[in-house]
């Protein structure tokens, strides 16, 4: 292994891909600390070190995208997440906007167009989302609790030109950060975009850990990292344990030429979804925990009975019924988002058209209904599997008081799984080509 890395220094062109991808990860990680304009850094030091089980929700889900930068309230306080919420979004419109699939089907050119819309909606996001965060954090509720003195005076200046400052900054930061992922994809190695949201996941891992050995003992801390290495290794099993249905083409004649009569197989992965659904569930659960923080009283009356409802069974994850609707929303969204990326008619029609067709059934419609019957089924172990990941967090969470970000389940392991796998191969595969020899033996 030592002598594997050791090739990708002595490698010109890749150890330079690698310095270029290292530097713009250390300019990510620094730009997560630096604070915005007109906030107080050291009232933000305190009510972090007070809160012990931080937010809930959404909060939770975009401050662990954004490595921790959004509860500092930093110029990347929005990190990856308005990326990925456009790129979903410009990938659903897709089945409601036939100009949208159209471009996709265009190809190169079309799917251009389609990054720049994704990058229009980006900053359109970012806006928003800084707009949101800003009010949130001048109402003291950003921590979930307004009794802290130290955190309803987060901000400093209430002006509206420095709201407006506060708002172009971190919507500058969004933008930044979506061009650096962009430069990596290009110059640097592997997916930039998913690199930088690795790195945010991971760089909050040693903190977890140290912070469940001080609030237990270093005898958990240790057991914790030991079941952690154990579901890595089941969920990397998961990751790569994938379906792979035969698809054979006839031969066929052009001119003095012969066409086709190989063989090769449709992969249907058991987790085709990735770490969507459980994206789609933490914000939809979130939504009811938002609206009632925004219906709380100010003159000190009890809140209604609906608020206190969604209080004490939909905004904590330590109750069954948020874990139950948590389980059954990834399960759904599972199979929805399966439903709208894999298309059986298209890939049907596509293998029809250039004369595939699977052993023992017939090309066209048969088929369609045959690749239908296996991802159904296949995606029910996927979405179950997906359910379960999401729920250690919350379990660890009831059991030893562990924070909701607890490193080692949920969409932080999917992604640090995912893209660590899809890293060293990029990595094995130039070495490959430069030295006949990969990474890994």
């Known amino acids: 292994m030592l002598s594997a ?25 620094l730009g997560s600390f630096v604070p915005a304009p007109f906030v107080s850094f050291a009232n933000v030091q305190a009510c972090l070190s007070s809160q012990q089980a931080g937010t809930s929700g959404l909060y939770e889900l975009v401050n662990l995208f954004s490595g921790g930068a959004l509860l500092q309230l930093s110029i990347f306080a929005l990190g990856i997440m308005p990326y990925i919420t456009s790129s979903i979004i410009v990938q659903l419109l897709r089945v409601v906007i036939p100009r949208f699939e159209a471009l996709y089907k265009e190809g190169q050119e079309g799917q251009a167009k389609l990054t720049q819309y994704t990058r229009y909606l980006t900053i359109a996001l970012g806006v928003l989302q800084s707009t949101t965060l800003i009010t949130v954090a001048r109402s003291g509720a950003l921590f979930g609790t307004t009794d802290s003195a130290a955190c309803t005076n987060l901000i400093t ?10 708002v172009l900054t971190m919507t500058a930061g969004t933008g930044l950060i979506m061009w650096m992922g962009e430069l990596i994809t290009e110059r640097g190695v592997g997916n930039g975009m ?7 996941i991971a760089a909050r891992f040693p903190q977890s850990i140290i912070a469940i050995g001080q609030a237990q003992s270093i005898e958990v801390a240790v057991l ?12 990397v099993y998961v990751e790569q344990s994938q379906r792979r249905i035969p698809v054979e083409y006839a031969k066929r004649m052009v001119g003095r030429r012969t066409y086709g009569g190989n063989n090769t197989y449709i992969p249907i ?22 609206i009632a923080q925004f219906n709380q ?14 209080q ?19 399960v759904g969204f599972t199979y929805f988002y399966v439903a709208i990326t894999f298309n059986p008619e298209e890939v049907a029609d596509n293998m029809k058209k250039y004369g595939g067709f699977i052993p023992g059934i017939r090309a066209g419609r048969p088929t369609a209904e045959y690749l239908d019957y296996v991802l159904t089924r296949v995606t029910l172990p996927g979405a179950i599997y997906l359910g379960l990941l999401a729920l250690i967090p919350l379990i660890a969470f009831v059991l030893i008081g562990a924070n909701q970000n607890f490193p080692f389940g949920g969409a932080s392991l999917l992604i640090i799984v995912g893209v660590g796998l899809e890293t060293v191969k990029q990595i094995d595969s130039q070495l490959q080509q430069r030295h006949y020899e990969g990474l890994l033996r």
């Open 224 to 235: 914790v990292v030991a079941i952690g290495v154990v579901i890595v290794g089941l969920v």
């Open 297 to 310: 009283p100010r003159n000190g009356q009890p809140p209604a009975a609906w608020v206190t409802w969604i």
């Open 157 to 166: 200046n209430a002006a509206p030109w420095a709201t407006v400052l506060m």
């Open 194 to 200: 998913s690199l930088l949201i690795f790195t945010a």
């Open 312 to 330: 004490n069974y939909l905004t904590q994850g330590n109750h069954p019924l948020y874990m139950a609707l948590y389980f059954l929303l990834i």
């Open 269 to 290: 992965k058991v987790n085709m979804a990735g770490v969507v659904p459980v994206i789609f569930a933490s914000s939809l659960l979130y939504l009811p925990a938002l």
């Open 5 to 29: 890395v050791a090739r990708i220094f002595r490698t010109p062109d890749l150890r330079r891909k690698v310095l270029f991808t290292l530097g713009i990860i250390a300019i990510f990680r």
